[in-house]
């Protein structure tokens, strides 16, 4: 190459990077340039391929095409140990713990430092001088397990500070905290650029990419469309790039008067059962036209509300009344007989059977009989398809394969087949991608303007303001807080999913 | 010797059991990386058929003995190579491998049928330990191999709860994208993990054959223990030392045949004496499974679930 | 150069079957060397196997006799394996099959008309082998205890149990009139299976045949297979659309255990005609399992690959009194199934996933090597 190295080279590097998978191309021909203490943002939407690109960096993926290079030197990341080694690490999406460690057993783990007789004495006093100097406050002798998210965040952060990174990779990590917890990790950030690390901050929130990067790289279909200074770029450009058109995702909201309550919870008990959490005197109801939201961090009893309104699970005390019909704990067949439709967070396992087809799965939820009519499965599949607009190679194919957003579309056909007057949905949008979003954030819309009584779930607090009519937020099982879709204040919501409202 | 029959009972639960304990702590070690290996039984009877070759050929039982773990720990590697390397159905695998290794054992084992074998283990009593009143009957007057058992359990635990590579081991049976991020082979992990609970099955097959049963009789040499193991790493909730406990009431459970008939009870049909072990261990499975409900006690997170990293 | 998998996008059928044959070059190639260990010559034996199974019309017809109960148990372990539940108490089920079979034939069947009597032969049989898999399907779905375990140990006790009757105890069962050697009571002339000519294939083989139908057709084209795939699948979305997935369970294992049974009354009163236990328990249940994951579950596929392996046994156990033979005992042919199903095993990678294989350098691709 003529070009010589500049005189600094960069931190990390990432040359022509290109990493294909059975049919997608998740990279290609990516270049990244992060400077020492600098906090790198890369944007882009669900599916952009920022998080295949995060992976070839910590060494997790090897790239099928490109190089890594790191303080100019090339690197051939075979492990991730590789990627530690150089000074590389990586806080995932889905954070990498063992929940039944200590945190001082989960930052030694891998330690090549460690002597063979574990002693966790050192890692426990390191971790509580990096909590100190970051902001990063975590107990080294609690288990995981009973952390808070946010907490097991700050735990995997520790982590890699004590393992010597000096690139850190944080892959989406605002989407599991509160707005509150947001702020002190932009502080961490920071704190952890102006002592010379630097910083690649992934996420699909603009807001966010401006309120804590200094240089910014946008990302589409596993492409660098942009790249800029965060201080001089705009808003609206930025957002162009990820997007590659204008898009608003507010859905217009027409003003209706609500009608009937269709869906009432009243006094629910629900006792916790395996890893979720129990529901404590939740009351409320849905009115025909309207939609409410339930915000909170993931965690709080979200899977219990949804699956008892769903008639899944039944309350140790308090009723679910669809349309007048009293279906407490009479199993999911007689609240969808009642006209409720649930869409469940979890689409790959319970909301469809990954393994089972497409036409096999539109059938999962409505009446059988005992022998199966293949052809008439398949034709409703094919009406599904077209009139969803569901990307798949077929009926037959597997809905294992589908994407996300895809999945989520073949899920509503079936829940929305036969005219549902309920609603139950949760996290509809978690991991699409905008176009899929704004698709499903239309539908439900409709339905709303139909006069269907919509109950919608999400850890995503953009989702409940920009769709609810009245937002309740659900706390460790209880709803700690209420307000309408006008009124709804960031900074109230944020406190009250934290638990610390005014009561 | 005028021991109590109730002493002589122990000693032979003691016995009974030291197969079960070699057994069920090799298989600890392997599920505890994550792979659930169903073939004891398989690697059992391949450990036997090897050690009693080895043995009567070279006149040794020591050779025996090793040759049997080495059968062991050969058949293991079949499994480590389907299930971490292939990704196989690690229960499909598991059962493939007792299929395989009795079929290949019995085969090997046709012409010995029923031979005697010549130099067996000797019994080695512990001075002063054993003339413990009772205690040192039970516990100091046995074979080596049992004092050998007690020592694997102590470094398995050690090892399991105490040095750096347990800990590694613990991690990728719980989390492997952990252990895989924070830069440890899963794989590597895996096979030796699966190896050694081999070798240790072949040992404890090859001890059945050495120091328990007079000769050689097919599939029916073991009868069984490489299932009750596995039911044992349950019961000892993937803990050594309660899998040593839980090894000598099934082993007192095997021996209760014996004791009946000494003791001069014979309302009992011997048939149903023999069914006692396994009803035992099943009614403990569903004991256990009653009482744990929903906690899976010690069990390992990602237990028989494939690790591919590039995937998705 | 480094090797790396990737997941096919679909699995082709032609590609299955050349794996299935290559599994059974591979165990076949496997087998050779442990048959060199012992003196035997491998091609020999092979050759001689082939012949005693498939060359001539008795060889066959015996194949076929030995693969009547590898068809009933394989069917009992696929129709378990589609809903990711492992009966592996077949050899059990079998046994207690062929007890209550046995004590309908002799205690219900004299007098009667030969077709009932073969009917309530056979129904009892069905009912022995659903009975003994029940205790482990309730655990497994109320408590949620691993069947795996628990049916395995069954088998020994119901082994115990047929031992007891025969050997340990003046029971029923047992024939009173020989003094020397204890064997079962002889049935009488009603509760015979018919057999073709004067082979040794029963009326069976149509059971069977008819059994894979049926369960082809109630797996693959009604709501309760449907029913099963979904709980095999995923449990939550089972739970999700209210299949009940307890009552799934126990079904399914009723099912599993009674077609056991059925082979169990199948051997006694097509084969033996009075209660064997050193005649029934030649690991019939376990070999089922083995027909049932090299068929992949298919009902129909479990019919062809028990043919197979009913001759390979068939062969095994003619070897040793074939001249040829060279002194090769019986349990060759456990050993060549178990092999087969290992290479089986690792062949199904090569159907899931295509093979790369790539140099060390990042930056240089190599297109993508098919096996």
Request: charge should be neutral.
């Amino acid at each position: 190459m003529p070009d010589s190295p500049p005189a600094v080279a960069p931190a990390i590097e990432a040359r022509g990077v290109s990493k294909a998978f059975p049919g997608v191309v998740a990279n290609a021909g990516v270049d990244l340039r992060v400077k020492k203490g600098e906090v790198h943002a890369i944007l882009g939407e669900n599916g952009a391929g920022k998080s295949t690109l995060a992976s070839i960096l910590a060494g997790l993926y090897r790239p099928d095409e490109g190089e890594v290079r790191v303080n100019g030197e090339p690197a051939h990341f075979g492990s991730p140990r590789d990627a530690l080694a150089r000074g590389v690490g990586m806080v995932y999406q889905h954070f990498r713990l063992v929940e039944r460690f200590t945190v001082a057993e989960n930052v030694v783990l891998g330690d090549p430092h460690q002597p063979l007789l574990l002693s966790t004495r050192r890692a426990e006093k390191t971790v509580a001088e990096l909590g100190e100097k970051y902001g990063l406050p975590v107990n080294p002798r609690a288990r995981v397990e009973d952390l808070s998210v946010g907490e097991e965040q700050r735990v995997e952060i520790v982590k890699m500070l004590y393992r010597g990174a000096d690139v850190l990779i944080l892959d989406e990590p605002t989407a599991v905290l509160t707005p509150q917890e947001a702020e002190n990790l932009f502080e961490t950030v920071n704190a952890m650029a102006a002592e010379g690390k630097s910083v690649i901050f992934i996420s699909h929130k603009l807001s966010e990419v401006l309120a804590v990067s200094q240089h910014v790289t946008v990302m589409r279909d596993g492409h660098v469309v942009a790249r800029a200074e965060t201080a001089s770029s705009d808003r609206r450009s930025l957002a162009r790039a990820m997007v590659g058109r204008d898009v608003d995702l507010s859905v217009q909201r027409a003003e209706e008067a609500p009608g009937e309550p269709l869906l009432v919870l009243e006094g629910l008990n629900v006792a916790g059962e395996g890893d979720t959490v129990p529901l404590r005197d939740v009351s409320l109801e849905v009115r025909a036209g309207e939609v409410v939201g339930v915000a909170g961090v993931s965690g709080n009893g979200q899977r219990s509300l949804a699956e008892v309104a769903a008639g899944m699970r039944t309350p140790t005390s308090g009723r679910v009344v669809v349309r007048g019909v009293d279906t407490t704990g009479k199993g999911p067949t007689a609240a969808r007989r009642a006209g409720l439709a649930y869409v469940p967070e979890d689409r790959l396992g319970t909301g469809l059977a990954p393994s089972l087809s497409i036409s096999e799965n539109l059938l999962l939820t409505h009446p059988r009989p005992f022998f199966l009519k293949r052809k008439q499965m398949e034709a409703t599949a094919r009406e599904a398809i077209k009139q969803f607009e569901i990307r798949a190679p077929g009926p037959d194919a597997a809905t294992r394969g589908l994407s996300g957003g895809n999945a989520q579309k073949a899920l509503l056909a079936r829940e929305l087949s036969d005219g549902p007057e309920v609603i139950v949905v949760a996290s509809p949008t978690r991991g699409l991608d905008v176009g899929a979003t704004q698709a499903v954030r239309e539908i439900l819309d409709r339905r709303r303007r139909a006069g269907c009584a919509i109950l919608l779930i999400s850890e995503d607090l953009d989702e409940v303001r920009s769709l609810s009519d009245r937002i309740l937020v659900l706390y460790e099982g209880r709803i700690v807080h209420e307000t309408s879709g006008e009124e709804a204040n960031v900074e109230d919501l944020g406190l009250a999913m934290a638990g610390s409202s005014e009561h | 010797m005028n021991d109590a029959v109730w002493v002589l009972t122990l000693a032979a639960a003691v016995s009974a059991g030291t197969p079960l304990v070699f057994a069920a702590v090799g298989e600890i070690l392997a599920e505890k990386s994550g792979v659930l290996n169903l073939g004891v039984e398989g690697m059992m009877l391949l450990g036997a058929v090897t050690a009693f070759l080895a043995a009567a050929a070279s006149g040794s039982p020591l050779v025996g003995l090793l040759a049997g773990t080495l059968a062991g720990g050969g058949l293991a590697v079949v499994h480590a190579f389907l299930s971490v390397t292939m990704r196989a159905n690690q229960i499909v695998s598991g059962l493939a491998l007792v299929i395989f290794g009795t079929g290949l054992a019995t085969f090997l084992g046709n012409p010995i049928e029923g031979d005697p074998l010549k130099p067996g283990i000797v019994d080695l009593r512990i001075p002063i330990l054993a003339d413990i009143p009772v205690v040192g009957r039970i516990l100091f007057d046995q074979d080596p191999l049992v004092y050998a058992s007690w020592l694997v359990v102590a470094l398995a635990a050690f090892y399991m709860t105490r040095t750096r590579t347990g800990l590694a081991l613990r991690a990728c049976g719980e989390s492997p994208e952990t252990a895989d991020a924070m830069g440890l082979s899963v794989a590597r992990l895996r096979y030796v993990h699966v190896i050694v609970g081999g070798l240790l099955a072949g040992a404890g097959g090859a001890y059945q054959i050495l120091a328990r049963v007079p000769s050689w009789s097919g599939a029916g040499t073991t009868a069984g223990i490489g299932w009750i193991a596995l039911a044992l790493v349950v019961f000892a909730a993937w803990r050594p030392w309660r899998a040593l406990l839980g090894a000598y009431l099934f082993g007192a459970a095997l021996a209760a045949n014996f004791a009946l008939q000494a003791a001069g009870v014979d309302a009992i049909p011997a048939e149903f004496l023999s069914m006692l072990p396994y009803l035992l261990t099943i009614l403990v499975l569903v004991i256990l499974s009653a009482s744990s409900a929903r906690k899976r006690l010690g069990a390992p997170a990602a237990l028989g679930v494939p690790y591919a990293r590039e995937e998705r | 150069m480094q090797v790396h998998l990737e997941r096919r996008l679909e699995t082709r059928t032609g590609h299955r079957a050349l794996v299935t044959v290559l599994s059974i070059v591979a165990a076949l190639l496997l087998g050779a060397i442990f048959l060199s260990l012992t003196g035997a010559s491998p091609l020999v034996v092979y050759t001689e196997m082939f012949r005693a199974a498939f060359l001539s019309f008795y060889g066959i017809t015996d194949s076929l006799a030995v693969a009547i109960p590898l068809i009933l148990t394989g069917l009992a372990a696929a129709v378990a394996f589609r809903m990711q539940l492992y009966n592996i108490g077949a050899e059990g089920q079998l046994y207690v099959g062929a007890i209550f079979g046995s004590w309908a034939a002799l205690a219900l069947a004299p007098g009667l008309p030969k077709p009932l009597a073969i009917l309530l032969v056979i129904a009892f049989g069905a009912l022995g082998g659903a009975l003994w898999v029940l205790p482990p399907a309730l655990a497994r779905a109320w408590l949620g205890t691993s069947e795996i375990i628990t049916t395995l140990l069954l088998n020994f006790v119901a082994l115990y149990l047929m031992r007891y009757l025969i050997f340990g105890s003046a029971s029923f069962l047992r024939d009173s009139t020989t003094t020397n050697f204890p064997q079962g009571k002889p049935f009488p002339e009603e509760a015979f299976l018919p057999v073709l000519g004067l082979t040794r294939v029963h009326l069976g083989l149509a059971v069977a045949l008819l059994a894979a139908v049926l369960l082809w057709v109630l797996l693959g084209r009604t709501r309760f297979g449907y029913d099963v795939r979904v709980v095999g699948d995923s449990p939550g979305a089972a739970r999700y659309a209210g299949i009940s997935v307890r009552r799934t369970i126990v079904v399914v294992m009723l099912i599993s255990g009674a077609l056991a049974g059925l082979a169990g009354a199948g051997e006694v009163a097509g084969t033996s005609h009075a209660l064997d236990p050193s005649g029934l328990a030649v690991n019939f249940g376990y070999t089922g399992i083995i027909v049932a994951a090299l068929a992949r579950s298919n009902p129909l596929g479990v019919v062809v690959v028990a043919v197979l392996l009913g001759g390979l046994q068939n062969a095994g156990s003619a070897l040793q009194s074939i001249p040829g033979g060279g002194g090769v005992p019986v349990e060759v042919s456990f050993m060549l199934q178990g092999a087969i199903l290992l290479c089986a095993l690792a062949g199904e990678l090569f159907v899931r996933y295509r093979l790369r294989l790539r140099r060390g350098l990042p930056d240089e691709l190599t297109e993508g090597a098919r096996p």
